[in-house]
């Protein structure tokens, strides 16, 4: 009955552990997202106020770039009309610019997405968002298991010490759920600072 009890209520500490781990994911990867185009956005600025106008090939290049650098999917990064567009928004309500310049620069960038309308940023960008949504199956699948035998190491270890330092009394009201309790709070902090330590590397 022990065993059983400990295995359903591990199991469910899993899957409760699995869901908010990727929410918190979910919350990071979108600011990762957010923090890429606005540096994308800023890197096409400073260029156009040299200047010049950028081409779809750097475009292109600045936008594979930053998803790499940032860690997130090629395709959850601006395409070029919404970089585009972004960049015309943004020009026309900078007040450093005649409006001349503002006509002339917002002219370009329009000619520039209507010249690569039928074009697409990468051919291959199907391709790699598949690659990557394998990955992070292969992710939650891992993280999955690993915070079970995180759960299940912590109740053999916690149970060995309890049985030396006896800390927890056999007859104390609710032993069971104070056990399990426990041993899930402890191999919840230790699967976050491992996932932690691992993001850093």
């Given at each position: 009955m022990y065993s059983l009890t400990t295995f359903i209520l591990g199991l469910i500490y899993t899957v409760?552990?699995?869901?908010?781990?990727?929410?918190?994911?979910?919350?990071?990867?979108?600011?990762?997202?957010?923090?890429?185009?606005?540096?994308?956005?800023?890197?096409?600025?400073?260029?156009?106020?040299?200047?010049?106008?950028?081409?779809?090939?750097?475009?292109?290049?600045?936008?594979?770039?930053?998803?790499?650098?940032?860690?997130?999917?090629?395709?959850?990064?601006?395409?070029?009309?919404?970089?585009?567009?972004?960049?015309?928004?943004e020009i026309f309500e900078t007040s450093f610019l005649p409006s001349s310049q503002k006509s002339k620069i917002s002219e370009e960038l329009l000619e520039l997405k209507e010249s690569s309308a039928n074009s697409k940023l990468l051919n291959d960008s199907n391709n790699e968002a598949n690659d990557d949504n394998e990955k992070s199956i292969h992710s939650i699948f891992s993280f999955v298991i690993g915070s079970a035998v995180a759960f299940l190491v912590t109740v053999v270890v916690l149970d060995i010490l309890n049985q030396q330092l006896n800390f927890i009394k056999g007859d104390t009201p609710n032993y069971l759920l104070i056990f399990l309790t426990t041993s899930a709070v402890i191999s919840l902090m230790i699967t976050i600072v491992i996932n932690f330590l691992l993001r850093k590397k």
């Open positions: 409760i552990n699995s869901f908010i781990m990727r929410f918190l994911d979910r919350k990071e990867y979108k600011n990762r997202v957010e923090i890429a185009n606005s540096e994308l956005n800023k890197t096409l600025k400073n260029y156009i106020s040299e200047g010049e106008i950028p081409s779809v090939s750097l475009i292109e290049t600045l936008c594979m770039a930053y998803s790499k650098s940032y860690k997130i999917k090629f395709k959850d990064i601006n395409n070029l009309e919404n970089v585009i567009n972004r960049l015309i928004r």
